[in-house]
């Protein structure tokens, strides 16, 4: 009698953990995907340990929307257009690795960099001063900086932000390190955006590599979706409770 308890135990525990799998990869699939931040090509706007929920259906679905791109079929199945400015997570169009950046260039749409400045068809997108983004020099970490002004004996780390204005009124910050600094960024050839496909940028514009270099253009179907909030966030390890960024909990992305 006891083993049959424990042989029915064990089931119903199976049953409880393969329905659990389900549902969670349902909802990852269809509603809302969590991912990390990794990096620092999106500040200011995302920060090195951010959280985030990603909208799964907002521009439709392709493989790349379920886990491990395994759903054999091509293009996207009740595709919306994604909007300029939305802040996106795709795959890469060559290593396949998630990607999380701006959406600047449409197809048709001719995008180029000049001292600095984003030009679409051929239209500068207007920058005004927006003050400076301030963060501590992490040891180990490559950071481009205008200064390194010390503050309470730590060396911290300056950049100027503007807020850009897109064609479509989008408004969203940027950080400038330093002209000098990455002047192939910061001046680049013409390109124009294929049919199908979408021109991405970092908002650290000194300090990401997009669409301007390795990412290059990216298909319609390699958008995972759109980011929509940034539920928690961590500026160290989860556990470190005095380093949470309790001001960045629940915050809308934009």
């Not at 400038?176 to 192939?184: G, H, K, P, R, Y």
């Amino acid at each position: 009698m006891a083993k049959a308890q424990k042989k029915e135990g064990f089931g119903e525990l199976f049953k409880t953990v393969v329905y659990a799998l389900l549902i969670a990869g349902i909802f990852r699939s269809f509603l809302f995907q969590p991912f990390w931040i990794p990096s620092g090509s999106m500040k200011s706007t995302l920060l090195i340990g951010d959280f985030l929920f990603v909208s799964k259906y907002a521009y439709g679905y392709s493989r790349h929307s379920f886990p491990f791109s395994a759903l054999p079929f091509s293009g996207r199945i009740f595709a919306s257009d994604p909007e300029r400015g939305d802040v996106i997570v795709f795959k890469h169009p060559a290593n396949n690795e998630d990607y999380v950046k701006r959406l600047v260039g449409l197809p048709g749409d001719t995008i180029q960099m000049k001292g600095g400045l984003l030009y679409i068809n051929g239209e500068v997108a207007p920058q005004r001063p927006d003050g400076v983004f301030i963060e501590p020099v992490i040891p180990g970490h490559s950071l481009q900086c205008k200064d390194y002004p010390r503050e309470d004996g730590k060396v911290m780390c300056l950049k100027e932000r503007f807020t850009e204005t897109l064609p479509n009124g989008v408004e969203h910050l940027v950080l400038n390190a330093d002209d000098n600094l990455s002047t192939l960024s910061d001046n680049t050839r013409e390109f124009r955006v294929p049919e199908g496909h979408f021109f991405f940028m970092g908002d650290n514009r000194d300090n990401s590599n997009d669409s301007r270099q390795s990412v290059g253009m990216v298909p319609f179907e390699n958008l995972v979706g759109r980011a929509d909030l940034i539920a928690l966030s961590f500026g160290g390890e989860f556990w470190e409770v005095w380093n949470w960024r309790a001001d960045r909990f629940f915050v809308s992305i934009h």
